[in-house]
């Protein structure tokens, strides 16, 4: 460490700070949507729609066979020939979406 320019040691704080950043940006996002939903009267997690996405299978129902860094050129090649790599998702049998637990349980004959 006895080589380390202070142009390195600013490049590695900048780098640390973009990489900060980015880890926080989802709950920044949703701290801000949750304020704003909240001040148009709107449910805070759903914000009225009533649904919640699937966080396993992020509201498509089904997720890809063999976890989540499965990915290649020939899964691509398979799927687009008629083959199927997707399984359905187990966590929201399929559907892609839950009931919010915030309006179900303010309103339960809403859903």
Do not use: W
Not at 10 to 31: R, S
Not at 44 to 58: E, I, Q, T
Request: with cysteine.
């Amino acid at each position: 460490m006895e080589n380390v320019t202070a142009s390195e040691v600013a490049g590695f704080g900048v780098g640390t700070l973009l990489l900060c950043a980015t880890i926080a940006a989802p709950k920044i996002d949703a701290f801000f949507s949750a304020s704003q939903r909240s001040s148009l009267g709107m449910c805070k997690k759903c914000g009225d729609l009533k649904r919640m996405a699937c966080s396993n299978c992020k509201g498509a129902g089904f997720v890809k066979d063999g976890g989540i860094f499965s990915f290649g050129l020939m899964d691509d090649q398979y799927q687009s020939t008629g083959g199927r790599s997707s399984i359905k998702c187990t966590k929201c049998n399929a559907r892609g979406h839950f009931g919010c637990p915030e309006c179900c349980l303010s309103n339960p004959a809403s859903m």
